[in-house]
């Protein structure tokens, strides 16, 4: 994941001007309500990447831990929520091996801040697997999670023979590879690999980590709601509840 550290690094100074973020209240009005947040909750952010949502949670009165992978997203978060005048508990790891000293009530993993983001050698069904897992283990027993993941509906309808010939579209593992450029000039780039879910798939996969699935719809941010999967947008939302541990072999 040394790359996407790296990408994020670079990029965190510019990430809040990405028009995606505008949505930040909108979403965690939807958040607070989907994951009947009592006041004082602990709220769980991972992947927090700038904290645009963690700052906000924190700014009602929650109690959050924001984790991310970027140390110069961290920074920028960090900022964020000086400004706002607003406690959180930010630590940088990995999302697939994090531990939590204390159980959230509730859990956010949103907009590709962890979950759908390969590193070089990334498997991408174990990658994934393993992020759904810390996560269970963070929440306490029936503790809800807000979960977005990269759609491979709108991408199966415009990739061509050329793209899977180029490796830029893998039809088998869904894992899509785009070259990503980064630094002041654009001078660093990458191949980004990110895994792609049908709402199914992703539904069982959450499922098999060990959560009970409530809800499966449209996730794109700035389009928060429980809704229908329109074929064009990005993201899959899935609202999810731990289950009891033994719930599920």
Do not use: K, N
Request: glycine content about 12%; proline content about 4%.
């Amino acid at each position: 994941m040394t790359q996407w550290r790296d990408f994020f690094d670079g990029h965190a100074p510019r990430y809040m001007d990405e028009p995606f973020t505008v949505g930040t209240v909108a979403e965690v009005d939807f958040a607070e309500r989907e994951l009947g947040l009592a006041p004082g909750a602990h709220v769980l952010d991972v992947g927090c990447g700038a904290g645009r949502h963690s700052v906000e949670l924190a700014r009602r009165g929650y109690r959050v831990t924001g984790l991310d992978l970027s140390a110069g997203m961290l920074e920028q978060a960090r900022v964020a929520a000086g400004a706002a005048g607003v406690e959180v508990r930010w630590i940088e790891t990995d999302a697939t091996e994090f531990v939590l000293d204390e159980p959230a009530d509730a859990g956010l993993c949103v907009c590709e801040g962890a979950f759908s983001l390969l590193g070089a050698a990334d498997d991408p069904w174990s990658h994934d697997h393993a992020i759904l897992r810390c996560i269970h283990d963070a929440l306490r027993p029936g503790g809800p999670l807000l979960l977005t993941a990269l759609s491979v509906l709108r991408v199966a309808r415009l990739v061509t023979p050329d793209d899977v010939a180029a490796g830029r579209f893998d039809p088998l593992t869904s894992v899509e590879t785009d070259t990503l450029e980064y630094g002041e000039g654009g001078e660093r780039r990458f191949a980004a690999r990110e895994r792609l879910y049908t709402p199914v798939e992703l539904a069982r996969f959450v499922g098999e980590a060990g959560f009970a699935v409530e809800h499966v719809g449209g996730g794109t941010a700035g389009m928060w709601g429980r809704r229908p999967l329109d074929l064009d947008e990005y993201e899959i939302m899935v609202i999810a509840r731990r289950e009891a541990d033994g719930a599920r072999d």
